[in-house]
């Protein structure tokens, strides 16, 4: 049997593990992708591996999947058994939290785990659960490259206006800074514009992430100038259970007022806020658009409010505005929240072609209008793939493992 190499990405979230696999023969192309959620409690197993065999959807024994090594296991037998002629001679991970100096994919090494285990309280949680899953890998494919890949790279070359917050000097040397995430998100749209639309990826560009995790990037011929979100992945917009920008004397008025504990405040901000605290319904955009009740609108109208200020605030840092871009599942999916945003944003060189919008086309501004709108859907996945087939190829990885 011939081998054929492979990529594996991973993407280890609290309670799961995302995968994909790629044919890195030649340019990375995606030979499946799925999914162990609910990970210590009762997990399922979601997969589409492919035109040539079925999907995979089913609950797994709980033992199957008690951590992230076991879940990795399960998704390695399923992998296996599906693909017996591939052969992961790398793994490429996305990890949340780069620090000041990661500003490029990594090959992982003892230092740069512990750099990472370093940064965890810069992003308590995700970072420990990137670090996990980067932990599972190395013990299960001790001869494999494992390449760590930043949400926060993308960003590192902004503006230092952009860097700091407005604190004691000596907070700055100490990394608390702006960072900005969803880096491998902006880093593929920009990307996917430089090869259809170059003249756009030249130009001023804002980009808006909206998924369950939400942000918007403004990007000048190619790069980050400016983010909503900051030092965690808390900061911006309102999201799925994030709280987004919040005045930081809420947190004072919590503790010393109503007693409650860092922890308690931490767990409000990060997974009962967003739309799920404002609806007081649920996170899930979809939900919340046919529910049709008074609280959910409310929720809605935050959302979109945050967002068409923030495109103002961007196009100002960008000195202008070239083009809006939506990705992520809401941006790419839902039709009324694009709308909305577009909505009366001619001043600002928007108009939106509603047929073009109700049918999900790539461009949805009208021929007329002075900045582009754009739907581009996103694909961290590949981008990791990328970085993990070009870093594997270098001789110094060879040397790094
Ligand atoms: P993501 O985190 O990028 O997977 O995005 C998840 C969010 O996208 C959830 O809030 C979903 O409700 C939302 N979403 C996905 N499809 C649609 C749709 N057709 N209309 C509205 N929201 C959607």
């Known amino acids: 049997m011939t081998t054929l190499p492979v990529a594996l990405t991973l993407n280890a979230g609290s309670s799961s593990l995302k995968f994909s696999l790629f044919d890195i023969s030649g340019a990375p192309t995606q030979m499946a992708i799925g999914l162990v959620e609910n990970i210590g409690k009762q997990p399922r197993l979601k997969a589409d591996l492919g035109e040539a065999l079925p999907a995979v959807a089913r609950e797994l024994k709980p033992e199957d999947a008690v951590d992230h090594t076991a879940a990795l ?13 591939a052969k992961a001679s790398v793994v490429g991970h996305r990890v949340v939290h780069g620090g000041p100096h990661f500003a490029e994919p990594m090959v992982v090494t003892d230092q740069v785990m512990a750099e990472l285990k370093r940064l965890s309280p810069f992003a308590p949680i995700h970072q420990p659960h990137n670090i996990a899953g ?3 890998a190395r013990a299960a494919f001790p001869e494999a490259l494992q390449v760590a890949c930043f949400d926060t790279a993308f960003h590192r070359h902004h503006p230092k206006a952009n860097d700091v917050f407005a604190l004691p ?4 040397d100490k990394g608390i800074r702006r960072y900005g995430f969803h880096g491998l998100s902006y880093e593929y749209v920009s990307g996917e514009l430089k090869r259809i639309a170059p003249q756009i990826h030249a130009g001023r560009v804002v980009v808006a992430h909206l998924g369950n995790g939400a942000s918007m990037c403004g990007i000048l011929g190619g790069r980050s100038v400016a983010s ?4 965690t992945a808390l900061d911006g917009l309102p999201m799925g259970t994030r709280c987004g920008q919040v005045d930081p004397g809420v947190i004072f008025y ?3 007022q109503e007693g409650r504990s860092i922890d308690e405040v931490r767990d409000i901000f990060y997974t009962k806020s967003g739309l799920l605290g404002l609806s007081g319904i649920s996170n899930d955009m979809r939900i919340l658009e046919s529910a049709g009740v008074p609280e959910a609108n409310e929720a809605i109208d ?7 200020r923030e495109l103002g605030g961007l196009a100002a840092a960008l000195g202008g505005l070239d083009a809006l871009v939506f ?3 809401i941006g790419e999916n839902s039709r009324k929240i694009r709308r909305r945003i577009c909505d009366a944003m001619d001043w600002i060189g928007l108009e939106l072609d509603h047929d073009r919008n109700d049918k999900n086309a790539r461009v949805i501004s009208t021929d007329f209008s002075r900045a582009r709108i754009m739907v581009v859907p996103t694909n961290e996945e590949i981008v990791i793939a990328r970085a993990a087939k070009r870093l594997s190829a270098m001789p110094e990885a060879a040397a790094a493992e």
């Open 327 to 329: 990705c992520g599942g």
């Open 228 to 231: 909503t979100m900051g030092f």
């Open 73 to 85: 296991a399960t998704v390695l037998a399923l992998l296996r058994g599906s693909f017996p002629g």
């Open 254 to 256: 919590m503790v010393q």
């Open 134 to 136: 980067i932990e599972a």
């Open 302 to 308: 935050y959302f979109v409010f945050r967002i068409r």
């Open 169 to 172: 000097r000596e907070y700055y």
